[in-house]
């Protein structure tokens, strides 16, 4: 079982939907929580960190964090098309020494005009 | 606010060459990291530093090198080039260990 799972899409969605992104993760020692946009030909762009459970949000964004369920969401409101891009989940243990992300494969995300 | 830049954007590399993938950040980061990124594969990590001086493995270090000398910059190095190493390289920063890692614009690389 991978560590980190993702839909890959592709999801395409209408100008003003709801966008629900998931990703499930295996390992309990899972602690901090990342969502991170990439545009086309661009590195990836940090969006959301969290590293408790229950919700966080900014501006359109609200990232979920369900730890016992071991599921973490991303909810796009009032989508637009600037908000076409990859979609990344990164995950990272609490160990002390570990530095490592792990990283879902990404969800491509289009939102139609 | 440059960030994290990354040198060069694109290269095509012939089978057993070398070269140096070039990152440099003006944050004041301990942290760097290499990935690279394959289709439909994620980021991997290649190779990471917690200082200067300081490097170590990550998923991914066969047939890659680095070091580590100013806090600014850390590079990769390709000894032999191998058609496996084909790829899009990101560099990283980061203030410390658990903090969010903030990427450069990547290089393209492709070996034939």
């Known amino acids: 079982q991978k560590e980190v799972e993702q839909d890959p899409g592709p999801l395409s969605v209408p100008e003003g939907a709801i966008v629900s992104l998931n990703c499930t993760y295996s390992?309990?020692?899972?602690?901090?929580f990342m969502w991170y946009r990439q545009y086309s030909r661009k590195g990836p762009e940090l969006l959301m960190y969290?590293?408790?459970?229950g919700n966080k949000e900014d501006g359109r964004f609200t990232a979920q964090v369900d730890k016992s369920s071991k599921y973490i969401s991303l909810f796009i409101r009032d989508s637009q098309p600037s908000d076409s891009a990859t979609y990344l989940c990164?995950?990272?243990?609490?160990?002390?020494?570990?530095?490592?992300?792990?990283f879902g494969k990404g969800t491509k995300l289009s939102v139609i005009p | 606010n440059a960030g994290v830049t990354q040198t060069p954007k694109f290269r095509i590399l012939k089978i057993g060459q070398s070269m140096t993938l070039q990152c440099t950040q003006d944050?004041?980061?301990?942290?760097m990291y290499w990935y690279r990124q394959d289709p439909g594969m994620g980021l991997k990590l290649i190779y990471y530093?917690?200082?200067?001086?300081?490097?170590d493995k990550g998923e991914v270090p066969n047939g890659y090198n680095v070091s580590r000398s100013t806090t600014e910059d850390f590079p990769l190095r390709l000894e032999l080039a191998a058609p496996s190493q084909t790829s899009v390289y990101f560099c990283?920063?980061?203030?410390?260990?658990?903090?969010?890692?903030?990427f450069g614009d990547g290089t393209r690389l492709s070996i034939l």
């Open positions: 990283a920063s980061s203030s410390g260990g658990g903090q969010p890692q903030h």
């Open positions: 944050m004041n980061h301990n942290y």
């Open positions: 990164a995950i990272r243990d609490s160990g002390a020494g570990s530095y490592q992300l792990t």
């Open positions: 390992n309990s020692a899972f602690q901090y």
């Open positions: 530093s917690v200082g200067a001086g300081i490097t």
């Open positions: 969290t590293y408790s459970s």
